[in-house]
């Protein structure tokens, strides 16, 4: 994750017809970073399956219900439904409906949500597009999805 922190993409989200973060959202995964993983390290990735690839963490990245929620990190609790951490993107009724140039730094977001963890072992696994299935259905458009330092 070092070598390439920074993800960035272009994304066009259509208004939902509910409250609440869209349903459409990207999740990145991470392996080896979490003190408790297995090495992975004399193994080459491969991924065969209809599963996601072996990971230890993951990122929502989201567009939330207000644009005022932008860089917004969300922890999961013990209690909470939710159970990956969300970043709030960006967000607001006001920004659907044009294309938007986003970058996150991955690294720093993971230093945030696991700061116990070795971040310097955590590699990217997977960088996904999830549509959140117990919500109405919004359109949302994802292009140019890109690993850069």
Do not use: C
């Not at 004399?42 to 929620?69: K, M, T, Y």
Request: glycine fraction near 8%; charge should be positive; aromatic fraction near 12%.
């Amino acid at each position: 994750m070092l070598a390439t922190p920074f993800l960035s993409w272009s994304w066009l989200i259509d208004p939902p017809s509910t409250t609440g973060y869209h349903t459409v959202r990207m999740v990145v995964g991470f392996y080896g970073g979490d003190p408790k993983s297995r090495s992975s390290i004399s193994q080459p990735f491969r991924w065969l399956g209809r599963s996601l690839p072996p990971h230890d963490r993951a990122i929502n990245l989201v567009w939330g219900e207000s644009a005022l929620q932008r860089g917004t990190l969300i922890k999961p609790t013990t209690d909470s439904k939710n159970k990956v951490p969300l970043y709030i993107v960006r967000g607001g009724r006001e920004n659907t409906g044009s294309w938007w140039q986003e970058t996150v730094d991955l690294s720093s977001l993971y230093r945030q949500v696991w700061p116990q963890d070795n971040s310097a072992n955590a590699k990217i696994v997977y960088i996904g597009i999830k549509a959140v299935a117990d919500s109405v259905p919004a359109p949302a458009y994802v292009f140019d999805i890109t690993l850069s330092h």
